[in-house]
């Protein structure tokens, strides 16, 4: 095993890489270490995806947290979810999910939380526990923690149902692709308490993912639950990653619907529930989102992309849901963290209350067109920024929330950095396809000349 650490592993939201070679169990027992010392805790709760290595990680990380003489709450196999649950609902101090989310099988990592689930990124935490780590000068503790056991399985299922009205639910037909991910262990056990037909995709627990890649944001991974919602004349498809925190949902056509047309659907019942509150999309959303709120009689926050913006400006807001285009759906109920399970039962109870089929809700919302995330490799990003805005210097309004965006009456672009990379990320969106296209190309000509 190796003595030195990969210092690249510790990254702006998380902690990630390849096992063995980025992240080993020395590293993993490090970092228990550090997390510890740097929250200065006395117990963590630990959950963990069903990858071939989280177990390893898992046994190695514990004994790092027990060494600096914390308590570990072993959860044991969890979504990432129901980690943040565990850590709210029982005031425990701070939580910890061995998970690598949507990347491939070789790889692993951490997510880390402090008291009532909130998330350390790279500001608030993660570099520190890095620097940690690399020095290594940890002191023993005069007397080691202890490991027990807790299935938080059965309060996280009333958690989530709690948010829908069960008795409004109809016989509906979902497709759910699990991708031999975390999905697999928790939709069961909530899908159970409700009237729907279920057809399961990949529900089996497999770190290997031997049928797809648990990556539902690429459309390649759609593919199966597209094709069984159409066998099946379903009413709609749902596919989670492999730690279960985002989900991405087809129509009963199994097209694609984006996940700022969730954020859209979701608004709608909860401003139901929850008449003029505040609800947040980030400045990818088409423009349908805010309008949306507005129509509903809510109060929309624009904001930029990243959970842990979202989360925190949800908080100042008192805003009771945040949505992003990437599938990450925010719930001030749930401790203000991400779940795509209780996302997804939102629009199961709007799609039951409107009686109508999911492409019809979603026609007067989703009226224009979107490029979809393009990027591109630059020299210089500052100077290319600057350029966009002189060439597009007659715009209706130009602003600097998250790297550029320009609007007109007809169509807006944002341009935003990478946060690890020399990178600009382009969204567009136009309300015909043909002004869309015209306009994708001129800026993306104009970033890569």
Known sequence: MRTQVDLDIFKSYDIRGIYPAELDEVTAERIGRAFVSFLNVTVVAVGRDMRTSSQALFEAFARGVTGQGADVVDLGLTSTDELYFAVGHFDYPAGAMITASHNPKEYNGFKLCRE????????????????????????????????????VLP?????????????????????????????????????????????????????????HPASPIEPENMRDVQRAVREHKADLGAAFDGDAD???????????????MVTALVAKMLLRKHPGATILYNLICSRGVPELIVAEGGRPV????????IKSVMREENAIFGGEHSGHFYFRDH????????ALLVVLELLSQENK??????????????????????DDVTAKLRELERHFSDARKIDHLDGVTVSYDDFWFNVRPSNTEPLLRLNVEADSAELLAAKRDEVLALIRS
């Open 116 to 151: 009532q689930a909130i998330a350390l990124s790279a500001e608030t935490g993660v570099f520190a526990i890095r620097d940690l780590v690399a020095r290594n000068q940890f002191q023993p503790a005069p007397k080691a923690g202890t490991i027990y056991q807790r299935d």
């Open 155 to 211: 309060e996280f299922v009333d958690h989530c149902l709690s948010f829908i009205d069960l008795a409004s639910i109809r016989s509906l037909r979902i497709v759910v692709d699990c991708a031999n991910g975390m999905g697999g262990h928790i939709v069961p056990a909530v899908f159970k308490r409700l009237p729907l037909e279920v057809f399961p995709l990949y529900f089996d627990l497999d770190g290997t993912f031997p049928n």
């Open 246 to 260: 985002r989900v991405f949902i087809t129509d009963e056509r199994g097209e694609l619907v984006g996940g700022d």
């Open 302 to 309: 624009r904001t930029r992309v990243g959970h842990s913006i």
């Open 335 to 342: 401790y203000y963290a991400d779940s795509g399970l209780i």
């Open 357 to 378: 089929p999911l492409s019809e809700l979603l026609r007067p919302l989703d009226r224009r067109f979107r490029s979809g995330e393009i990027n591109t490799k630059v």
